[in-house]
């Protein structure tokens, strides 16, 4: 069964952090750029970071850039999303998608998305 499920997000104190993982089955995941995106309450889905199937290159929407950091486990199949310095304003449902190309901190032609995990920084 090809899937993708997204796993790691929780309730997390302004401040801290998480590691959200994006495992794939089915496929391949080093064969597809990967993106994060995230959609608040009220609010459209919006890229948040972006790596590459061609040479692992990253990309970050400014709002995470530093505190963020996406990366490849081919081992594993697992794309990871590690979040440090969370704001209250991060709280989203986070999505994987595996798709042909990033552009910028974006995925495009995404064949596979994920269920999506939930991020809460509340105090």
């Known amino acids: 069964q090809v899937q993708l499920v997204e796993s790691g997000g929780g309730l997390v104190q302004p401040g801290g952090s998480l590691r959200l993982s994006c495992a794939a089955s089915?496929?391949?995941?080093?064969?597809?750029?990967i993106g994060w995106f995230r959609q608040a309450p009220g609010k459209e889905r919006e890229g948040v970071s972006c790596i590459s199937s061609s040479d692992g290159s990253t990309y970050y929407t400014y709002f995470v850039k530093g505190r963020f950091t996406i990366s490849r486990d081919n081992a594993k199949n697992t794309v990871y999303l590690q979040m440090n310095s969370l704001k209250s304003e991060d709280t989203a449902v986070y999505y994987c998608?595996?798709?042909?190309?990033?552009?910028?901190?974006?995925?495009?032609?995404?064949?596979?998305w994920g269920q999506g995990t939930q991020v809460t920084v509340s105090s």
């Open positions: 998608a595996a798709g042909g190309y990033c552009s910028n901190y974006v995925s495009y032609d995404n064949n596979y």
């Open positions: 089915g496929f391949t995941l080093d064969d597809y750029a």
